[in-house]
């Protein structure tokens, strides 16, 4: 009896565990009896090929990505690495900051610098970017390939050579008197180490130059007598900057009224284009600088029939008093 009922009892054993797991742990397992026995008995289960009303509800509701829930619940996880983003533009050398909208990842560190070029109005020649401890970034580098994050600070930095950083001061600070000492002019007694021995043409073409980037920044600010003192003292609004644009470009980009009058009055051209293929208009157009863009298109219009006077020819005189009064009193102190 004994030899008989061993292999009974062991056979018994995985039965019963196979029973055990199947109403227990792995629902899976369970037989149609077992859930019919269960809804007999009071059970809330739903019929065998049929599922919830929360179940149905899971079902239909669509999957959000990582991404989209956490936008949705505010989180920062959505700026991490969008395609489009900003970045903040520390001039260090003026403590300004700037907002700089619509940079990428791909974004090379050349398309970022002919971007300031224009928004912050730093000829594109005398950029140093910088970014936290990584020294001086180089133009074929992508902002990607420098981790530089969405909402970070790029430092912009003056070459500090030939004496840009001095000009670039005074020319943000809109004061004749100082870019008067800096080398504006041919008359100017003002040497640098490079400048030291130049003579006749080479002379004129370096004073222009500085001229230029004193204009172009001023107009940029918005310095009315600063940009009618350069004017009347040689300044050529015609001239370029590497990537193409004048100042009245950046005088557009920032909305300044009169500096377009006045840029306009001494011959600057609404249809210049710079490397990118945008005018003075184009630009005005795409920042939505509604005013400057109207005050452009009449100055040339009036311009173009014939018209006596300008809208800028009061501003113009308003201002050229302006800026001889201070130059006199200036010569007089």
Not at 189 to 203: C, P
Request: with cysteine; net charge positive.
């Amino acid at each position: 009896m004994s030899s008989r009922s061993g292999p009974a009892e062991r056979t018994a054993g995985p039965a019963s565990g196979r029973g055990r797991r199947a109403g227990g742990l792995d629902s899976t397992m369970a037989t149609p009896e077992r859930a019919r026995a269960g809804r007999g008995a009071g059970g809330t289960g739903p019929p065998p090929g049929t599922s919830s009303p929360l179940a149905r509800a899971r079902a239909g509701k669509p999957k959000l990505s990582r991404t989209s829930r956490a936008s949705r619940a505010g989180s920062p996880l959505q700026d991490q690495d969008p395609e489009i983003f900003t970045l903040r533009v520390r001039l260090e050398e003026t403590g300004e900051m700037f907002r700089v909208a619509n940079c990428r990842s791909d974004m090379t560190v050349r398309e970022f610098k002919e971007v300031l070029d224009l928004m912050v109005g730093i000829p594109f020649n005398l950029q140093r970017i910088q970014y936290l401890d990584q020294g001086v970034l180089m133009d074929d580098a992508t902002l990607r390939f420098h981790d530089v994050v969405p909402g970070g600070i790029v430092s912009l930095c003056i070459w500090h050579y030939d004496g840009w950083t001095e000009l670039v001061l005074a020319s943000v600070e809109g004061d004749p008197s100082k870019l008067r000492c800096l080398g504006i002019t041919e008359e100017s007694f003002y040497r640098t180490a490079n400048s030291e021995h130049f003579t006749g043409k080479r002379w004129k073409s370096w004073t222009s130059q500085r001229a230029f980037v004193a204009l172009y920044i001023a107009s940029h600010r918005g310095h009315v007598d600063t940009v009618q003192y350069l004017l009347e003292h040689g300044a050529n609004p015609l001239s370029k900057t590497p990537v193409g644009r004048t100042p009245l470009h950046v005088a557009a980009a920032m909305g300044r009224l009169d500096c377009i009058s006045l840029l306009l009055d001494a011959g600057s051209s609404i249809n210049t284009k710079d490397a990118k293929g945008e005018t003075p208009i184009n630009i005005a157009h795409r920042l939505g600088r509604r005013q400057g863009e109207r005050r452009m298109y009449l100055i040339h219009w009036m311009a173009k029939s014939g018209a006596k006077g300008s809208v800028g020819g009061g501003a113009k005189k308003v201002h050229r008093g302006k800026a001889l009064s201070a130059t006199k009193k200036q010569s007089k102190a």
